[in-house]
């Protein structure tokens, strides 16, 4: 039984999105989900937990102060690339670029380490875990072993607990690990993000206490602009809308009243290891 889990945030603006980019219309509001960023740092201190921010780093060279912000009230910040393109779109040193830049940014603008990365759209390519332990990176959340969806992903992989990068690429790198995103045991859908709007808290929550029986850490995700109301912008698909602002609020919150230690990947997985550690040695964990 494990009573720890990660709620995460992929920390993107709203017109970061490839469903924005792709969109015939625009908007003219600035920084559409950084009050979700606000909502989300000051309800994890009122149910006191803590979390990981995966940050779009041009938002750091942007909004500084609001990443700051997720820093010092004790979030660990990771990198969810430079400027949120698909990293499939790139060439391998377009993608180095956007993993490179984004860890210095961050680094700069916190005065943190950054060890953790996550992919926009968990789109990865043959050489990713190559490319982050050469940057120096120690360990990734860019995987998500969903049943697969049409014009979405999954269908590749069969992780659902943090494993070494060699469990998903034998030629990995054994410096990465990997810590999937959850999902439901049996239906194989994802826990959070656009499922946690189409399916609600109540799905979600019983998805973590069904891998909490299994001794697993539950690894959920949400975005700031989901936290938000968002502007009418022509050719945004409706799934988008579904469910964001008010409601999306209240389901974080719902999700935090949960009888878990809300924590960050990288205490997760320090945790975790001396757990494994304690277990090889015939101890209690």
């Known amino acids: 039984m494990s009573n720890?889990?990660?709620?995460?945030?992929?920390?993107?603006?709203?017109t970061q999105t490839p469903a924005y980019?792709?969109?015939?219309?625009?908007?003219?509001?600035?920084?559409?989900?950084?009050?979700?960023?606000?909502?989300?740092?000051?309800?994890?201190?009122?149910?006191?937990?803590t979390s990981t921010a995966f940050v779009v780093s041009s938002v750091a060279e942007s909004h500084p102060d609001a990443v700051r912000a997720l820093a010092d009230a004790g979030l660990e910040i990771a990198s969810h690339t430079h400027t949120h393109q698909l990293l499939s779109d790139l060439d391998s040193d377009g993608q180095r670029r956007e993993l490179s830049q984004s860890k210095d940014v961050l680094e700069r603008v916190t005065n943190e380490r950054v060890s953790g990365f996550r992919a926009p759209a968990f789109d990865i390519t043959d050489d990713h875990f190559d490319l982050l332990s050469d940057i120096g990176y120690t360990y990734d959340s860019s995987v998500v072993s969903s049943r697969s969806i049409p014009g979405w992903y999954g269908g590749e992989y069969d992780i659902h607990e943090p494993v070494q990068a060699t469990a998903v690429r034998p030629d990995a790198p054994d410096s990465i690990t990997e810590f999937p995103a959850s999902v439901m045991p049996g239906l194989q859908l994802p826990l959070t993000g656009t499922w946690l709007r189409?399916?609600?808290?109540?799905?979600?929550?019983?998805g973590m206490k069904l891998?909490?029986?299994?001794?697993?850490?539950?690894?959920?995700?949400?975005?700031?602009?989901?936290?938000?109301?968002?502007?009418?912008?022509?050719?945004?698909?409706?799934?988008?809308?579904?469910?964001?602002?008010?409601?999306m609020r209240r389901a974080v919150e719902r999700i935090l009243q949960q009888d878990f230690e809300f924590t960050t990947v990288r205490t997760a997985l320090v945790d975790g290891e001396a757990a494994a550690t304690q277990l090889q040695r015939g101890e209690t964990p």
């Open 4 to 14: 720890r889990a990660v709620l995460s945030i992929d920390f993107e603006l709203f």
């Open 198 to 206: 189409f399916f609600g808290p109540r799905y979600t929550i019983l």
């Open 211 to 247: 891998l909490a029986r299994r001794g697993i850490t539950p690894m959920l995700y949400v975005h700031p602009w989901e936290l938000v109301d968002l502007p009418a912008v022509e050719g945004v698909p409706t799934r988008v809308y579904v469910r964001t602002g008010d409601w």
């Open 21 to 49: 980019r792709s969109a015939s219309g625009t908007t003219d509001r600035d920084g559409v989900g950084l009050d979700g960023g606000r909502f989300f740092r000051d309800t994890l201190a009122k149910y006191d937990a």
